[in-house]
């Protein structure tokens, strides 16, 4: 995965290809990494906004973490923290409750599949623990 100073990230095959363009930030993008099981990963722009994107690119989660510019972004070697440096100095620890985030996406899910039904199948392979 890169940044781009045009407010993207790209994800890419270890042989240079472009799989993906993923858009969001409104500033430039000045950090970006995987958690230890590549599962996830995480963006930071010079507005202190943070994002969560899944493996695939999905946006998981978007928060305002800092006034002034993320410069540094590490996941703990367990992947449940998220370690965030700033402009001023400041280091913060953010917990990641990933599975609250992922039941709360398939609860916004649930209408979706039920005007979708074709999807369902495809898709609720991550929601079948959460929705019965």
Same mark, same amino acid.
């Given at each position: 995965? *890169?940044?781009? !100073?045009? #407010? &993207?990230?790209?994800?890419?095959? !270890?042989?240079?290809?472009?799989? +993906?363009?993923?858009?969001?930030?409104? @500033?430039?993008?000045? @950090?970006? !990494?995987? /958690?230890?099981? *590549?599962?996830?990963?995480?963006?930071?722009?010079?507005?202190?906004?943070? +994002?969560?994107?899944? /493996?695939?690119?999905?946006?998981?989660? &978007?928060? +305002?973490?800092? =006034? &002034?510019?993320?410069?540094?972004?590490?996941? &703990?070697?367990?992947?449940?923290?998220?370690?965030?440096?700033? /402009?001023?100095?400041? !280091?913060?620890?953010?917990? %990641? #409750?990933? @599975?609250?985030? %992922? /039941? @709360?996406?398939?609860?916004?899910? +649930?209408? $979706?599949?039920?005007?979708?039904? #074709? #999807?369902?199948? =495809?898709? $609720?392979?991550?929601?079948? *623990?959460?929705?019965?």
């Amino acid at each position: 995965m *890169s940044a781009s !100073v045009d #407010q &993207t990230l790209n994800l890419w095959t !270890v042989e240079g290809e472009r799989i +993906k363009t993923l858009s969001g930030h409104t @500033q430039v993008i000045n @950090q970006v !990494v995987f /958690n230890p099981n *590549s599962s996830m990963m995480a963006s930071g722009d010079a507005a202190g906004v943070i +994002k969560l994107w899944d /493996n695939e690119g999905t946006p998981l989660i &978007t928060f +305002k973490a800092s =006034e &002034t510019a993320i410069n540094s972004l590490r996941f &703990t070697e367990d992947g449940f923290n998220l370690i965030s440096g700033d /402009n001023e100095g400041v !280091v913060t620890v953010w917990p %990641l #409750q990933i @599975q609250t985030l %992922l /039941n @709360q996406g398939c609860r916004w899910l +649930k209408d $979706y599949w039920l005007t979708h039904p #074709q #999807q369902l199948k =495809e898709d $609720y392979s991550r929601c079948a *623990s959460v929705i019965p």
